[in-house]
């Protein structure tokens, strides 16, 4: 038998390992007790004591109440892009006499109980998930168990919840285009991580729009980064001392194409006279670089505050449909983009 972690960091995984059986046996044991056999609810329950993960009286289902509470769980709060979309959320919950409180999986990887301990004392009333993942095991039958929940910037068929979004593959592709239609034909793309839906569609979108020229597509000139400056810059400096380097770089993200700037400028190059660089999101900073960023307008604030009217709509009992919301998201031409040296 497990001994009993004194400082409460076990999770529903330790759980699972200590009675024998899955995470999602032991989720929908606490939320769904009625739904497993006894000898299965005696062996959980003896496993959530035996290893510290939750009080006694964890078997209790989710029933909505009045907290005023809303979790929103972001994937990394230090990236400015989701503090701009918590800022919409809170406009609107303010409004509806709502708190919001932050949940930043990046530095709660480990304490899944911490998040459906909220849900199981009822401590918040519905979850804004600005990621592509929950933040622990559930399976699609026991979401229904949840208190509602909207996602809010990513899209996750998997999940089958309302969302509030942007079609990245077009927005991807037209950035793509427009690079195209300056004169470009050596355009790198600087991607987001691979297990990322919207990296996945931005990439596809480059790619489209490098294809439909009939050209063969440079698997070189694709590099990975991670939405970090310090990934930028390594990946425009792999690009330019390519034999071929790059005229141009499409870059997943503002932050990226930051850092990619800095890097294209550490070399000596003139930027848009040597290298044409196109970033995503619109962040304010990106009106004050040097030169100022061309880049796609992701509304941030207003994805927060449709993601939130969406939640209040359902918290007043009203029927919201799953399914994309998609919002406008258009070209920002500034000066860091112009045709290529011929």
């Known amino acids: 038998m497990e001994q009993k972690q004194q ?52 078997a209790r289902s989710y029933k909505r109440n009045e907290s005023k509470t809303i979790l929103a769980i972001v994937p990394d709060i230090s990236d400015p892009f989701f503090s701009d979309v918590i800022c919409g ?9 709502y708190f919001v409180l932050i949940g930043d999986c990046k530095h709660q990887q480990k304490q899944e109980n911490a998040f459906i301990n909220l849900i199981i004392t009822k401590q918040i009333d519905g979850m804004v998930l600005l990621g592509s993942n929950l933040p622990f095991d559930v399976s699609t039958e026991e979401q229904k168990n949840l208190p509602p929940i909207v996602m809010a910037n990513e899209f996750s ?49 480059y790619k489209k729009a490098m294809l439909r020229t009939g050209e063969r597509l440079r698997e070189h000139y694709i590099v990975r980064g991670d939405f970090s400056h310090e990934s930028g810059a390594e990946a425009a400096k792999a ?60 509304p941030r604030d ?25 919002l406008d998201s258009d070209l920002i031409i500034r000066e860091s983009t112009k045709a290529p040296k011929s």
């Open 157 to 205: 068929p998997d999940l089958k919840l309302p969302t509030v979004h942007i079609d990245n593959l077009t927005s991807a592709f037209n950035a793509t285009h427009y690079l195209q239609k300056l004169g470009h034909k050596r355009i790198a793309c600087i991607a987001g991580p691979e297990h990322m839906p919207h990296s996945r569609y931005r990439l596809e979108g």
């Open 89 to 97: 959320l809170e406009k609107v919950a303010a409004e509806e006499g």
């Open 239 to 298: 690009l330019l001392s390519l034999p071929e380097p790059p005229t141009a770089i499409f870059c997943h993200s503002d932050i990226m194409a930051i850092g990619a700037m800095w890097q294209a400028k550490k070399l000596g190059l003139i930027l848009p006279d040597d290298l044409s660089i196109v970033g995503f999101d619109n962040l304010e900073q990106a009106k004050y670089t040097l030169p100022p960023l061309t880049t796609i307008n992701h």
């Open 302 to 326: 207003e994805i927060g505050r449709h993601a939130m009217l969406l939640l209040l709509e359902q918290l007043q009992g009203n029927s919201v449909t799953p399914g994309s919301r998609l």
């Open 7 to 58: 400082n409460g960091t076990a999770t529903m995984k330790d759980v699972a390992n200590a009675a024998g059986v899955s995470t999602a046996t032991v989720s929908r044991t606490l939320m769904n007790p009625e739904k497993v056999s006894l000898q299965t609810r005696q062996k959980v329950e003896q496993a959530v004591m035996d290893v510290g993960y939750y009080p006694h009286n964890l």
